[in-house]
């Protein structure tokens, strides 16, 4: 089955600092990666998704993230935070060309400090 | 980009009541729509797929007589939480999924509704 690891639940940054929001994911073959970004009273907006190709895939907002097949990772990156950053990000994982079966990680809540 | 509405954003109600919730893609068509539950400090929990114009496809251990699915039209998808119980209260998202042809498909999500039951 599978399954999706966000290991930090709430992460706090300085504004202007570099980001690394970890996702550790189980599957038995090459998925679906995807990162979505939560903020109240909005839904969950794509932040940029995986499907094969280059590891490293750009995002909107300036985010970026790199699909480590060894690590069974793919770790949400930006390198200079924002205050409008403060949001609720969510890792997600699913077979290919199957939305319906995506898995979403537990989130992890990122604080941006002045 | 498109966009997912959801209404009402927030519905209190009794115990024993039903609550309807409407989701729908208001710059695209939509076949297929998706019902999520999400509850505090936890991931998004997909509860069934909706299928315009077909029964809905629900997940194990998602009572369908309870949670009731309607995707009467290619925008519009409609979950009724029939004799609502306070352990129904939750955090419902709908999402609708837009085709565009392999990896450009994509699948936005509504605002959600905060269901609470007395």
Not at chain 2, 103 to 116: M, V
């Amino acid at each position: 089955a599978q399954s999706v690891t966000q290991p930090d639940i709430h992460i706090t940054v300085s504004e202007g600092a570099s980001l690394e929001l970890r996702c550790n994911y189980s599957y038995g073959a090459t998925p679906y990666l995807f990162w979505y970004v939560q903020s109240p009273g909005q839904g969950l907006q794509l932040l940029l998704k995986y499907f094969s190709g280059d590891t490293l895939v750009q995002g909107i907002k300036g985010f970026e993230a790199e699909f480590k097949r060894s690590q069974s990772s793919f770790n949400l990156r930006k390198p200079s935070v924002h205050w409008s950053d403060a949001a609720e990000y969510f890792c997600a994982v699913g077979p290919p060309g199957g939305y319906q079966k995506v898995t979403f990680g537990t989130g992890t809540k990122l604080q941006v400090i002045p | 980009g498109a966009v997912v509405s959801q209404h009402p954003s927030r519905v209190i109600c009794k115990s024993g009541t039903s609550v309807k919730i409407e989701c729908r893609s208001l710059d695209f068509q939509a076949t297929t729509m998706f019902w999520y539950r999400q509850f505090p400090k936890q991931s998004l929990m997909l509860m069934a797929t909706s299928n315009e114009g077909s029964k809905a496809t629900y997940e194990q251990g998602v009572e369908k007589d309870k949670f009731l699915i309607n995707h009467a039209s290619l925008t519009l998808s409609t979950l009724t939480v029939t004799s609502a119980h306070p352990e129904d209260s939750s955090f419902y998202i709908c999402s609708a999924f837009q085709i565009s042809g392999g990896s450009t498909d994509t699948q936005y999500f509504g605002p959600g509704t905060r269901l609470t039951v007395l």
